[in-house]
């Protein structure tokens, strides 16, 4: 499974344009809180293999998911595209206590406030990261890698009617956002 993505920063000012379209042209899902927690890997590098490994606690109403992700190196094309293999965890402190004792350690939490849309076959999500600021990012999964440069144009076609053009992409992960502001060491 191959997730297709293309994330742009929202600037102020064309925030609540996109919305309005959003609000008009896509329908939305669900409103989510999210909690992200990014591990290192006590003998690899994930930086430097492009990976990730992160526990993100799920907020929805009365409903609390929490989700072990492991995220492939970036995959090239016009997307950032990636293996992504999920599970979901029953209680995040056994978790955390397993990874420590494994040897991994806590690099970031992240926290955001998603609002989720769907158009086609698309998934748009409406991103508030503490620290960070309001992004937009739009996806589709693909079981087949010969799909992906064509998923990555149609997302930025849809993009483009939002009023989001190629100069607002934002290539680097959250993760590698949040850790630019605090680096590791």
Known sequence: MFEVE?????PEELYDKIVRELESKWKFMYEVEEHDIYLAH???NFAETDEALRIRTEKRGNLHHIILTYKGPRIGGEGKTREE???EVGDLES???IFEKLGFRKV???????KVYSKESYTLALDDVEGLGKFVEIECVTDSRDLVDECAR????????????DSLIERRTYLELMLEKKPLY
């Open 6 to 10: 293309v994330k742009y920063r929202v």
């Open 42 to 44: 006590p003998c690899r």
């Open 85 to 87: 293999l999920s599970t």
């Open 95 to 97: 978790c955390l206590k």
């Open 108 to 114: 970031v939490e992240i926290l955001k406030r998603r």
């Open 154 to 165: 149609n997302i930025k076609r849809l993009a483009a009617e939002l009023g989001l053009d």
